[in-house]
Structures are given as C-alpha cells and as structure tokens.
C-alpha cells in the first residue's frame, strides 16, 4: 500500500516543481502592471484550459456534487490569490511568503482532521516541521525584504487557510467519485467568475504582449497542468501530507533565481534548502514496513 501512494507522491512534488516557475515566469516578464490582475488572468486562462482537459478525458459527472465543498473549493482559490498578493504587498516577500506556505499544511492537516478524519501521524508532523523551518531560513536568507505587519501577516494566514480550504474540499470531490479534471474545472472556473471584477478594472495593467503570454504560460503550465497533477495524487494522499510536498514550490522558485535570475542565496538560504528538501525526501519516501512472518502452512 505505501509503494502505491509513492507515485502520486512525486505527482504533487511535480505540480509544486511547476508552481515555483510562476515567480520566475513574472520576473522575466518585467510587468509594471498589478499582480492582481496577472493572478485574476491566470486563474481565467487556467480554468479555460481544465475545462478543456476534463472535456477531452471525458470526466463529466459522478453523480451529485457538494455545494458546500464546491463553493470551498473556489473561494479557497480566489481568496488564496487576492490574500497572498495583499500580504506581499504589506509586509514583503520574504515574510508573507513563509508565513502563508509555512502555515498552509498545518491548516492542511488539521481541518483535514476536523472535516474528514483524516489522521496525522508523526512522521508527517516532523517532516512538515523540517521542511517549514527550511522554507524559513530559505527565504529569509534570501536577503527579501522582512518588515513584519500585523495585517500583512493576517492576511498571510488568511492565504494559507485559503490553501488549505481548496485542497481539503478538492480531497472530499475526489474522494466523491468525481475525476481531477473536472474537479480543478469547476474550482478554478468559479473562483475565475469571482474574480472577473478584478480583471475588469486592472486587465489594462497586462494588455500587451509580454502581458498576455505571460496569463498563456501561467495559466498552462503552473495551473492547468501543475493543478491536474495536484489533484490526482491529493486522490491518494491525505491533504496535509500533500500540502507539505508542496512546500518543494518555494525550494523550486530558489533554484531557479540561482540558475535564470542569477541570485546568490547565502548561506542561511542553502541550509534552509537542504532543510526543506530533506523533509520533503523523508517524507516522500516509501515507509519501510516489516514483512510478516510466514504463516507454518506457507512455511510447509
């Protein structure tokens, strides 16, 4: 049963990989224009996209939906988009991004509990604390910038709980009966509805060239694709553990700046690293189970 829940493992650990594109993608860009606004496009050309690939795998309906679960789904997308760039925008970077993806699998993890059940054991509660404190260091080393706000950091926390609400209510449509595809469709065309206002009043902010392929890749790639993945292993995984693996998405956007943008992280930034990539290794690895002893017919 462990070697099953592997591959869908490595699944998220792909989709977060794609997810940690998306600030690279921005900054090669070079837009002035509101990030709100690149957030609001991306959501409207990834659900166009889903939508697409649910219809061409056929995934149309299992039976009933839950609205409940439904409508938590995409106002656990909108609010993660709109209260992510607001945190960034009061206390910077560096502090909005570890407290909101610091806090998205423990809030993961025990609304999962609280909702569905789901247990949390305590390799799960190490791993996640390694790979936490290393998203930590990571991006505080990184030299970003560290004012700390009272109402930035709320509204990082209101991110992360957004993160966790969108990946608890993807586990129970999953858990449904109803296919990724069609899942991610209907989250992310609902939270695109929600967020049309958005693009109404700041579209003008992206409407060039370098504006509309950069909506093209970030809705393709980091969402259509990243999200599809997501949700195929968050079909085997318990919510908490698969927010954890996504914490590869900030050790992913480090490398890259290293690699393309020509960053030097120092070295509180490398341990931070290697702290995240050991607790996600520790965690993404099969359990080593004892094999059970032959019963005497067997043996015979």
Do not use: N
Request: hydrophobic share 60%; charged share 10%; aromatic share 4%.
């Amino acid at each position: 049963m462990e070697q099953f829940h592997t591959v869908p493992r490595f699944l998220v650990l792909i989709a977060a990989v794609l997810f940690g594109t998306t600030g690279t993608a921005q900054a090669l860009a070079d837009l002035d224009g509101s990030p709100l606004a690149v957030g609001a496009a991306r959501l409207l050309v990834g659900a166009a996209m889903l939508l697409l690939a649910a219809r061409l795998a056929g995934s149309a309906g299992a039976g009933s939906w839950s609205p409940k679960a439904l409508a938590a789904l995409a106002v656990g997308v909108a609010g993660y988009q709109l209260a992510f760039f607001a945190a960034v925008a009061d206390t910077g970077v560096a502090v909005g991004t570890v407290v909101a993806l610091g806090s998205a699998p423990a809030l993961a993890g025990l609304l999962g509990r609280v909702v569905d059940g789901t247990p949390l054991d305590r390799r799960w509660a190490a791993c996640t604390a390694l790979a936490t404190a290393g998203v930590l260091l990571l991006v505080l080393g990184a030299g970003g910038d560290a004012e700390v706000s009272p109402p930035g950091i709320l509204l990082a926390l209101v991110a992360g709980g957004s993160y966790a609400a969108y990946t608890v209510a993807s586990k129970r449509l999953l858990a449904d009966g109803h296919a990724p595809e069609e899942v991610m469709a209907r989250g992310f065309g609902l939270a695109a509805v929600a967020l049309l206002p958005v693009l109404a009043v700041k579209g003008g902010d992206i409407a060039s060239t370098d504006g509309v392929l950069l909506a093209l890749y970030l809705g393709a790639i980091p969402t259509a694709l990243a999200y599809v993945l997501f949700a195929r292993g968050l079909k085997h995984l318990g919510a908490g553990e698969t927010a954890t693996l996504t914490l590869a998405e900030p050790l992913t956007a480090a490398l890259l700046g290293v690699l393309i943008l020509d960053e030097r992280p120092g070295a509180v930034a490398i341990v931070g690293a290697a702290l995240v990539l050991a607790g996600l290794a520790a965690l993404a690895a099969p359990r080593r189970t004892p094999a059970r002893p032959l019963a005497a017919a067997e043996a015979a």
